[in-house]
């Protein structure tokens, strides 16, 4: 268990874990000098004997460090909120006590300091003054002890509440990946660098690699500590301690605000929708885009955020929101953070993350807005899942939802409406019924395409995908292609396609001009003759080949030019072999190869630019597998 101390400025929090533990812990020279604490303290010790080690972190109470006390309320099971008997509940117990409730720290105890100092009414008066702040909240019974950390009074009740707690606190997930938020890095002399931190989720393991975030650098857990024990392995929920080493990691590289995750996990991001809550102690409305510094883990960065359900956010009120951040986090689904003002002087909310991989577009539209309310509404990903793929219309990716979530998808168990989409970058998940309907659509606006161009055969992908205004990229809209290609409900004649019924044909007079034309066409072979020079009105023959072309029997290299779809497919088996040789293909390898000059070949192979069969690098080129060409060509 990780206990984290909270309250105002000299009220006894190091002298209380001192009284509870027998450690004076972690204090500075300035601190010893100041009479307080400034930087997070920690201390290890067992409530019992043969007890686990509990984690005691110390936080400052000054307003001044507040940033520091909320780098150490991450990651913490229980929250032990002191209050001075003499002092009674002030400014720094009421924030504090607000960014914890926030944080959503499941458990807290409550602690009277100092009472040898007074008598035994002001102690209760005190003791009413705590039942009335924390009434309206979540730890509205928690347990008040009474105690001294001079006499000992009191100390043995908060012990055994503590160990009472120890007993219910549940445990971290441990199917995740490894998450740590760093909270110091240190040199160790024999060792090399230490980072420590709370593990948020997984587990690791001496010899793991993990990415340290943002600087997305791999390193190597040479050692660890947990519960600042050795140890062979660390799980969530403990402090620990990792030595690393990485190449040419230096320790001026790493400092708090830092994060440590497993390598498939690492996903920074600058864009993050949340659920946010306004404090009701606040004086004013939140407005819309406004400044704010987002403590997330032990990370304070600056940024604005943007109202998704209106102009502005009045006290005790929530709404969707999206941060625009100015340096790059690390979060999942669930996680916590607090919003103070652009000065960092107040707080001012907090909220969850919903989305680390927020949207820059119709972020506030109500299809967008349905996925944030299901996502407010529920942890577990697989009863998440149709709800947010019924509002995407462009199905969602697996691997970014196996980060969103911390969810590996070898876990998963998808419901029976999902689909799972191979496409050549990758798996895509969608609801059944949408995959179903678009494949309608596509249908659909193909048909039209053959009402409104009834002398062509048909488009060709891209044209297609245009002429459908899809919000499908590429490869997801080349998948449901190639589907209902697969079951017959399209054809393609070369490059194009079209409904299976849908036929265009040549009349008598141009049917007996290709007659005359064709032969010539084919003794020509890789060089086939200009419109000028086939001997006929040149108007009448431009505009059969032109009809041609859109039949798929003929294609138009460049004005005037034609090629036979037979000589096409020659010219593009020429270009696999040669890529199968060097993937890189150049100019002159596949002029040599043609046999024609250079100015022909570049015409052809910007043609075949055009039709998809290759991508152009410069003056080069390299083919893409995923073009009808490329998977039809004999090899």
């Known amino acids: 268990m990780i206990v984290g101390t909270a309250g105002h400025i000299d009220h006894g929090k190091t002298a209380l874990l001192q009284a509870l533990t027998g450690q004076a812990g972690d204090r500075r020279r300035e601190e010893r000098e100041r009479g307080m604490t400034i930087d997070l303290g920690y201390l290890y010790a067992a409530l019992e004997p043969g007890a686990p080690l509990t984690g005691f972190i110390d936080v400052p109470g000054h307003e001044r460090f507040t940033h520091n006390m909320l780098a150490g309320a991450q990651g913490i099971d229980l929250v032990l909120?002191?209050?001075?008997?003499?002092?009674?509940?002030?400014?720094?117990t009421r924030e504090h006590l607000a960014?914890?409730?926030?944080?959503?720290?499941?458990?807290?105890?409550?602690?009277?300091?100092?009472?040898?100092?007074?008598?035994?009414?002001?102690?209760?008066?005190?003791?009413?003054?705590?039942?009335?702040?924390?009434?309206?909240?979540?730890?509205?019974?928690?347990?008040?002890?009474?105690?001294?950390?001079v006499t000992g009074e009191g100390i043995e009740t908060l012990r055994q509440a503590l160990l009472d707690a120890?007993?219910?606190?549940?445990?971290?997930?441990?199917?995740?990946?490894?998450?740590?938020?760093?909270?110091r890095a240190f040199s160790v002399a024999g060792a090399g660098i230490v980072v420590t931190g709370t593990a948020l989720s997984g587990e690791v393991a001496v010899g793991d690699t993990l990415v340290l975030g943002p600087l997305d650098k791999r390193v190597r857990v040479r050692g660890l500590h947990a519960q600042n024990q050795a140890a062979e392995t660390a799980v969530a929920g403990q402090r620990v301690a990792l030595n690393l080493s990485g190449e040419r990691l230096a320790l001026e590289q790493i400092h708090r605000g830092q994060w440590?995750?497993?390598?498939?996990?690492?996903?920074?991001?600058?864009?993050?929708?949340?659920?946010?809550?306004?404090?009701?102690?606040?004086?004013?409305?939140?407005?819309?885009?406004?400044?704010?510094?987002?403590?997330?883990?032990?990370?304070?960065?600056?940024g604005r955020v943007a109202l998704l359900e209106g102009a502005s956010l009045g006290p005790g009120e929530r709404m969707f929101a999206q941060l625009l951040l100015n340096a790059p986090v690390q979060v999942v689904n669930g996680d916590p953070l607090i919003l103070r003002d652009q000065s960092a002087q107040r707080t001012l909310g907090g909220g969850r993350v919903l989305d680390p991989f927020a949207p820059a577009r119709h972020r506030r539209s109500p299809e967008r807005l349905s996925q944030l309310k299901a996502l407010a509404s529920a942890t577990r990903l697989e009863t998440l899942l149709p709800v947010l793929l019924a509002h995407s219309d462009s199905g969602l990716d697996p691997q970014q939802l196996e980060r969103q979530f911390n969810h590996p998808r070898a876990t998963w168990v998808l419901p029976e409406d999902v689909l799972l989409i191979e496409t050549r970058l990758g798996p895509v998940l969608f609801d059944a019924g949408r995959w179903q309907a678009l494949k309608a659509e596509l249908l659909h606006h193909l048909a039209r395409f053959h009402e409104q161009e009834p002398d062509q055969m048909g488009p060709d992908r891209d044209r297609l995908r245009r002429f459908a205004g899809t919000a499908l990229d590429r490869p997801?809209?080349?998948?449901?292609?190639?589907?209902?290609?697969?079951?017959?409900?399209?054809?393609?004649?070369?490059?194009?396609?079209?409904?299976?019924?849908?036929?265009?044909?040549?009349?008598?007079?141009?049917?007996?001009?290709?007659?005359?034309?064709?032969?010539?066409?084919?003794?020509?072979?890789f060089d086939p003759p200009w419109v000028r020079q086939l001997g006929h009105d040149e108007a009448r023959v431009r505009a059969l080949l032109r009809k041609m072309a859109r039949l798929g029997l003929l294609h138009q290299v460049v004005r005037d030019l034609f090629y036979t779809d037979t000589m096409i497919r020659c010219l593009a088996t020429m270009l696999l072999q040669l890529a199968d040789d060097h993937p890189v293909i150049q100019v002159a390898a596949f002029r040599d190869a043609l046999g024609l000059g250079r100015k022909r070949s570049v015409q052809i192979l910007e043609y075949f630019d055009r039709l998809g069969l290759t991508r152009r690098l410069g003056d080069k080129r390299q083919i893409r597998p995923d073009n009808a060409l490329a998977r039809r060509t004999d090899r």
Request: one cysteine or more.
């Open 81 to 92: 909120l002191v209050v001075a008997a003499d002092d009674g509940v002030m400014p720094q």
């Open 99 to 149: 960014i914890v409730e926030l944080l959503g720290i499941a458990r807290a105890l409550v602690a009277i300091s100092k009472c040898d100092r007074v008598e035994p009414a002001r102690v209760q008066a005190v003791r009413a003054q705590i039942t009335q702040l924390l009434a309206p909240g979540p730890y509205a019974d928690a347990p008040l002890v009474a105690l001294s950390s």
């Open 166 to 183: 120890q007993r219910d606190v549940r445990q971290r997930r441990l199917d995740g990946g490894f998450r740590l938020w760093i909270d």
């Open 260 to 302: 440590l995750v497993a390598e498939w996990l690492y996903a920074a991001t600058q864009r993050v929708d949340i659920d946010l809550q306004v404090l009701a102690s606040e004086p004013r409305a939140f407005e819309h885009f406004q400044p704010v510094h987002v403590h997330v883990g032990t990370q304070d960065v600056t």
């Open 476 to 525: 997801r809209f080349i998948s449901l292609l190639d589907e209902l290609l697969a079951c017959g409900a399209v054809t393609a004649s070369g490059p194009w396609l079209h409904l299976p019924d849908h036929h265009v044909r040549l009349n008598e007079a141009d049917e007996a001009l290709w007659q005359q034309l064709q032969p010539l066409f084919e003794a020509a072979g």
